[in-house]
């Protein structure tokens, strides 16, 4: 069967490709700001933070439905936020530092109410440790309903918000000065952010979830230097990751859906790196590589003005063995001689010999002027 056929006969994969898709979108949209903020490890931070409140939601209520622990952890999740900005607020602790600590020991935390309900009789029904790394095959219509209600609410508050977001993402000391209330928008995004951390725990976990923050952002980010632009491709790679990952899962065996899209968003990052037109390493080693030759062919046109300039006739043919012994590089000489003649700045004037053309005169005078100018 091919992929169409399987995600509309099978039931669960539709339901686990349609959350992830969800996720994926959302938690693109949002990590965008906070890639901008360089506050990548706030949701690294949050998801890890929302691990105690899990556990604290479990051992109140001795329940494991979706939603109360979920409740749990958003609860916990905010409150990481409340104390991380705290911190920052009220000492000299930096944002690195804070968001490290409160990760450490709500993280922590969570690990040791983990393992105190272990012991209860009704430890293995829990299934709380799922949400370590996720277990997407568990999603039902009803979590994928609810993850698509939050995630519209979500969605509205950043659209009628974006100049906010947008003001703190880049200046937020200006924004302050203008009247705005930066805190409380700081603390408005952030609690967008744990919305879309919470609905992912599920599918991805808490151990990985950031990379779903993260991930799509910084790919979008090699493409774009437009918010809006790159807020929409972080969603629409998270999409992307999201149903591939979920796909790739269904048809190997044993394969874990969380860390599939995980590697899925990773891919994407690395094309990304690799590929984008204006910060992608291939096509920034090509400009390079363009360049490089630019400025030999520039070096060896020059030289021939240097030495034209001996003979009343500027157009006095001369040896390209000279021209060697003024480059180390005898083949990029021949390279760069080859260049200019195509561009007819210079000619073959006999066996071994060269001359400068008037358009090569021309131009050896411009660029003569340039770099005195710059002098």
């Known amino acids: 069967m091919n992929i169409l056929t399987d995600i509309n006969f099978d039931y669960t994969l539709r339901i686990v490709a349609l959350g992830s898709a969800i996720l994926g979108a959302l938690s693109g949209a949002l990590g965008a700001f906070a890639v901008l903020r360089k506050q990548s490890l706030i949701g690294d931070t949050i998801s890890h933070a929302a ?220 094309f990304s790196i690799f590929v984008a037109p204006a910060r992608g390493l291939l096509w920034r080693w090509l400009r390079r590589r363009r360049n490089r030759r630019q400025f030999r062919a520039e070096a060896v046109l020059l030289d021939l003005m240097d030495m034209a300039r001996h003979h009343p006739n500027l157009e006095h043919p001369h040896a390209a063995a000279v021209l060697h012994t003024l480059n180390l590089d005898g083949r990029a000489v021949r390279n760069s001689l080859a260049e200019l003649a195509e561009r007819e700045l210079v000619r073959p004037a006999g066996a071994g010999l060269w001359s400068l053309t008037q358009a090569g005169i021309a131009e050896a005078q411009q660029l003569e002027r340039r770099f005195q100018a710059e002098d």
């Not at 568990?138 to 698509?148: I, N, P």
């Not at 209600?149 to 947008?166: C, N, P, Q, S, T």
């Open 51 to 270: 691990l105690p409140g899990i556990a604290v939601a479990f051992f109140f209520t001795g329940n494991k439905t979706t939603t109360i622990l979920l409740i749990g952890a958003a609860l916990s999740g905010w409150l990481a936020t409340l104390f991380i900005l705290g911190i920052v607020k009220a000492t000299r602790i930096k944002l690195d530092s804070a968001l490290g600590l409160v990760l450490s020991v709500f993280f922590g935390f969570g690990l040791v109410m983990l393992t105190f309900i272990q012991k209860r009789p009704d430890a293995n029904q829990a299934g709380l440790e799922k949400f370590l790394f996720g277990q997407a095959a568990t999603l039902l219509a009803a979590d994928v309903q609810m993850m698509a209600i939050l995630a519209g609410v979500a969605v509205l508050a950043l659209m009628l918000l974006w100049k906010e977001f947008k003001l703190l993402s880049f200046d937020e000391d200006f924004g302050a000065t203008q009247g705005f209330a930066m805190n409380r928008i700081n603390l408005m995004l952030t609690t967008l952010l744990v919305v879309a951390i919470v609905l992912g725990l599920q599918t991805v976990g808490v151990v990985l979830m950031s990379a779903m923050i993260v991930a799509p952002a910084a790919a979008a980010r090699q493409w774009t230097d437009k918010l809006s632009t790159m807020v929409l491709l972080s969603a629409v790679f998270g999409v992307a990751a999201g149903v591939s990952g979920s796909l790739l899962s269904s048809r190997i065996p044993k394969l874990p859906t969380g860390p599939t899209i995980v590697l899925c968003i990773s891919t994407v990052v690395l």
